[in-house]
Structure formats: structure tokens, C-alpha cells
């Protein structure tokens, strides 16, 4: 039998007081925090994406709900709620010509598509959200839902090496972001959230526009084979994040070299003003990024069952590549590849420096990924 949302929400530590209320009927009751104040780091995403139910709480809470992320034009909540069934169908969808009979799309599913939003907004609200305005953070949690949309299960390198049909719609280069950005796009522009109209105010259409350009930026950066540029182009907009951070606190000296903490979103409208465009977009991408490939430095019972997921989607990749002859693709053959070693590997190579420079600019997120990070490594 499946728990009641009321008991799910619960023992997630996400109960909160109109839930209750509503449920319980036992009219008043002490003060409690709205269910987006649970979501952190320490969320549990399996749980809380474990039924529809309780994935539409979650979304609610960050985008419906009292106290949630405000998006640029206020969409009603119907809208909201309607693009959130439409993105969630995309996820499940089989594409035409991909063997799923051996393809097991295990971790690119609505789960982790979940997974990224929660950390996304866990990333932000403990201090990351200084630098981009209310419309910024919101549209960069909405990327974290969508990032994946249509997802094959099969890598860009399966998709280019077989030929697939995909190939000649998007190019060689981010074949699947830019589907994914695509088909969001598209529904954002059917749900008419983050849509200009002419009755608008150029400050709002510009504001809008913004959104929507940041989405799909960060979306597009999440392709893996950009890792290494990305921290390049992170480089000179580390100093220039930290030294509006500096000056918004009125701070010299030390102050300088110290990133963003809870304590400092006060500080937003300073903040992310004092930043130029493309240095918003970057950081906005990077945190993405961070949230997009997070389960290395979880506890090592939620890193441990994400990296079997992430492995065995592989491994039933390159199955299906033998079987079509085609060349088995990096980390996917199941006869060579060990798992303990690959995952080291990543770490060192991808994990370590990306937490690394998220320590910079937010310690608080970046401590807590990293020391996970080191724990697990050692086992």
C-alpha cells in the first residue's frame, strides 16, 4: 500500500503546516516551515520523487507555493502545474530507433531530473543565490527540471556514431542539449511562462528575455565535453563575483577572497547588479553543472546507488554497440570497465576541481560536496 503524502513528507522532515492542517483537520497548530526550506542538500531525491504526488509537492513548493521562486511574469499556477506534466512526460518517452529492449535508461530519468532542480535551489538559497536576481535563481531551478528533457538514455557519442536521425536535426556538438533546450522552449512558449507580450513593461520583456537566454545557456554548458572550457571561462569571472560580493558587504582586504554564505542573499539586488550579463550567465551555468553531476559528493549511500545507476545505463550501452558493431564507447564496456576505478577516475579528473571552485565562490555548498567527495574516494 502506498504511504499517505501527509506520512511521505513526514518522515522526509517536509511537513509543513497547511499540509497538515488540511490533512489532520485539527485546525491550529504550532508554526512550521514551508516545505522549500527542507530541501537541501541532505534531501533524500529518491524518496521525494517516489510517487506523481510527491514530485508535484516539490514542485509546488519551489514555484507555486507561499515563499517560493518567483518566475518572471508570474505564470499562473495552472500553467505551472501543466508544464510540469508535459516536462515529466519527456522523460519517459522512448526514442524512435534505440534498441530499449537492451538500452536501460536508469539514471537519466525523472528522478535525477529532480535531483538537479532540488540541488539547484539547495546550491542557491545556501548562499550561490546572491549572484543573479529573483527571476535568475528562479529560472535557473526550472533548468535543473528540465535539463534532460528528451533524453535517449544513449550517450551524443552513441547518437553520432550510429548515424541516429538526431544527428542531422541539432549537429554533432550538444546533440542532446540542444534538443532538450528545444522542446522546453517550445513549452514554455505553449504555457505561455516566460513569454513577451507587448503589454509589458521593457524592463519585464528584458527581464524575461534574460530568463530565458539563461536557461538555455546553462543548459547547453551541462554537455560534459565542455567541462574543461567552462572552468577556463570560469576563471576571470571568480574574482569579479567575489569582489561584488566585497563591495555589496562593504568589506576590504580579506573580505575580498570570501565567498557567498546564506547570510549574504541580502545582498542580491547589490550583487547581481554589479555583475555584467555574461558573467551571470556563466555562474548561473556553472552552478548548473555542480547540481547536474552532484551524487559524487553526497553521503556515500546516495553517491554509491546514483554511480550503479549512471554505470549500468553504460554498460547497456556498449551491449548494444557490440551488437551493432559500432565502437564500445568510454566507460561502457562491462567486461573491461571497473566501476571503483572509473569512478576515481571521474573524481579526479572532473569532481575535485569543480567542487574546488565552487568552494571559492560559496564555501558553504562547496565544503559540504567536497569533503563528501574526499570521503568517498577513499572507499
Not at 55 to 60: I, K, L, P, S, Y
Not at 176 to 182: D, F, L, N, T, Y
Request: glycine residues 8%; charged residues 25%; aromatic residues 8%.
Amino acid at each position: 500500500m502506498k504511504e499517505p503524502l501527509k506520512t511521505l513528507l513526514a518522515r522526509s522532515g517536509l511537513a509543513f503546516a497547511f499540509l497538515s492542517n488540511f490533512l489532520s483537520g485539527c485546525g491550529e497548530s504550532p508554526q512550521v516551515s514551508p516545505m522549500i526550506d527542507s530541501l537541501t542538500l541532505e534531501s533524500d531525491s529518491f524518496e521525494l520523487s517516489s510517487t506523481h504526488e510527491s514530485q508535484m509537492a516539490v514542485f509546488e513548493a519551489l514555484f507555486i507555493d507561499e515563499g517560493s521562486y518567483r518566475i518572471p511574469g508570474d505564470p499562473v499556477p495552472a500553467r505551472l502545474r501543466s508544464f510540469f506534466e508535459e516536462i515529466r512526460e519527456s522523460y519517459y518517452r522512448k526514442a524512435e530507433g534505440i534498441d530499449y529492449t537492451i538500452i536501460g535508461k536508469q539514471y537519466h530519468t525523472f528522478t535525477h531530473a529532480m535531483d538537479v532542480m532540488i540541488v539547484t535551489h539547495a546550491l542557491l538559497r545556501s548562499g550561490g543565490g546572491v549572484y543573479f536576481s529573483d527571476g535568475e535563481a528562479a529560472s535557473l531551478v526550472l533548468a535543473g527540471l528540465c535539463h534532460d528533457a528528451m533524453h535517449t538514455g544513449v550517450t551524443n557519442t552513441f547518437l553520432i556514431n550510429s548515424k541516429h536521425p538526431f544527428l542531422g536535426e541539432t549537429g554533432p556538438d550538444s546533440l542532446q542539449e540542444k534538443r532538450s533546450v528545444k522542446h522546453i522552449l517550445n513549452l514554455m512558449d505553449k504555457h505561455e511562462i516566460l513569454v513577451v507580450r507587448e503589454d509589458m513593461t521593457q524592463e519585464l520583456q528584458a527581464e524575461i528575455i534574460g530568463a530565458r537566454n539563461l536557461i538555455e545557456q546553462s543548459i547547453l554548458w551541462t554537455d560534459i565535453t565542455r567541462h574543461k572550457d567552462q572552468l577556463v571561462k570560469m576563471a576571470p569571472a571568480v574574482p569579479e563575483a567575489l569582489g561584488a560580493l566585497s563591495s555589496a558587504r562593504g568589506h576590504g582586504g580579506k573580505e575580498k577572497t570570501i565567498g557567498a554564505a546564506e547570510g549574504d542573499l541580502s545582498l542580491r539586488e547589490k550583487v547581481s547588479s554589479a555583475l555584467a550579463d555574461d558573467t551571470r550567465v556563466l555562474l548561473g551555468a556553472f552552478f548548473l553543472h555542480v547540481a547536474d553531476i552532484n551524487n559524487p559528493g553526497r553521503d556515500w549511500a546516495t553517491c554509491e546507488r546514483w554511480a550503479g545507476l549512471v554505470m549500468n545505463e553504460f554498460f547497456s550501452q556498449g551491449d548494444l554497440e557490440k551488437k551493432l558493431k559500432l565502437p564500445v564507447s568510454m566507460l561502457c564496456d562491462r567486461d573491461k570497465v571497473k566501476v571503483p576505478f572509473a569512478q576515481i577516475g571521474f573524481g579526479k579528473f572532473v569532481i575535485r576541481d569543480l567542487y574546488e571552485l565552487l568552494k571559492q565562490i560559496s564555501p558553504t555548498a562547496g565544503s559540504y560536496l567536497l569533503n563528501n567527495f574526499e570521503e568517498n574516494q577513499k572507499k
